[in-house]
């Protein structure tokens, strides 16, 4: 009998972030796998859902049979309890959580407290969560879901070549790829950049500058502001090939992230063999190991800059050691078809 499984996500499952690549890599990887999966794509306002949210989260719910299995991306669900909680006893309800709705970056306290809250109402009603690191796992304690209830599917990656790097002669390039919203850390970043002026470099930020228009101008200004226009490229979203080309022209990665549920560009990075410069923030240090990266305290400019004067130092021989203990790791990372087989144990486990 073939699987079968409905997919609940909010919006389009193509969108450039990592949960959602994640997401729409697992669809693929089942549907390889011979699984029948239906994605329902919802609309309206997340994570705090708006009321067209609320009410397609629920008709979408109310609307499969008896029995079937649902996977519900952790940011279409964690803010609606009530949708779960009215369907949870009809359907196997499994969550997909990248990480917690409260741990995003810029909330009040009050949002925080209101996000924990709904989510482990939500989780409660689960039968189980998936999530993308070990280090997510362990926080789900705190929500009251047990650990016998939860799976870690790290996501795989894609064989790569090594980065060529930067031409001779040329300034080291330094390439972050994320999103700029403010969990990503941009600022820190671009503050960071602003301490090593002295030395050369030029850093490439690839990402949607549309998700959040108010921080991305607020980043863009502090860089004018610092005198860094002509040092650092805002080049927006990059797929395929256009996002290959710039992890292969680039001499090291970096990201000021306050906090990762798992971190795939920084396993990207490790796969290109490039030295990696990026905080402890959430799952990072799980991710990424520590001899092929220098971490950080999150929201440190100045540690920041100190590990990347480490790395842009000519004199140093840091760089090419990080670079090699990158390539090594790269050879045990997962590929996309050996995480997909891993979700689809997982899914049957958690619905049987």
């Known amino acids: 009998m073939t699987p079968e499984l409905d997919f609940v996500v909010p919006g389009p499952l193509e969108q ?5 690549v994640y997401g729409a890599r697992m669809v693929a990887g089942l549907r390889d796998l011979g699984w029948t999966v239906r994605v329902h794509n919802l609309p309206g306002r997340f994570p705090d859902l708006d009321s067209e949210a609320r009410s397609a989260l ?11 299995r649902v996977l519900v991306d952790g940011l279409a669900m964690g803010g609606a309890p009530e949708a779960i909680e009215a369907h949870a006893g009809r359907l196997h309800i499994v969550s997909l959580v990248h990480h917690p709705l409260a741990e995003e970056t810029g909330l009040s306290p009050a949002d925080k407290e209101r ?6 109402r939500a989780l409660a009603r689960c039968a189980g969560v998936i999530v993308t690191s070990a280090f997510t796992a362990r ?23 090594p980065a060529a790097g930067s ?24 503050e960071s950049l602003g301490l090593v002026r002295d030395l050369p470099w030029t850093c490439i930020l690839a990402g949607s500058l549309e998700r959040d228009p108010d921080h991305a101008a607020a980043v863009r200004e502090r860089v004018a502001r610092q ?6 490229a805002f080049v927006g979203e990059r797929r395929g090939e256009g996002l290959e080309a ?9 990201l000021a992230t306050h906090y990762e549920g798992y971190g795939m560009v920084l396993a990207d990075a490790l796969a290109h063999g490039l030295p990696i410069v990026s905080t402890t923030g959430g799952a990072v240090p799980f991710t990424v190991p520590g001899d092929a990266a220098l971490l950080v ?12 004067r480490r790395l842009l130092d000519p004199a140093s021989t840091e760089r090419s050691r990080l670079a090699a203990a990158a390539r090594r790791h790269a050879e045990r990372l997962p590929s996309w078809p050996e995480s997909a087989s891993a979700f689809a144990r997982a899914i049957e486990e958690l619905t049987r």
């Open 58 to 68: 629920d008709a979408t719910l109310a609307g499969l049979a008896a029995g079937a």
């Open 297 to 308: 305290p999150p929201g440190d400019a100045g540690a920041f800059a100190e590990a990347l």
């Open 139 to 161: 926080g789900l304690a705190a929500y009251g879901v047990p650990t016998a209830r939860v799976r870690v599917v790290p996501p795989g990656t894609a064989p790569a070549r």
């Open 16 to 20: 450039l972030t990592g949960g959602y």
């Open 167 to 190: 031409a001779p002669g040329a300034p080291p390039v330094l390439l972050c790829v994320a999103t700029v919203t403010p969990r990503k850390g941009h600022e820190v970043l671009v």
């Open 115 to 120: 996000f924990a809250r709904t989510e482990r």
């Open 227 to 232: 005198g860094l226009a002509d040092r650092i």
């Open 246 to 254: 710039l992890y292969h022209g680039a001499d090291a990665f970096v």
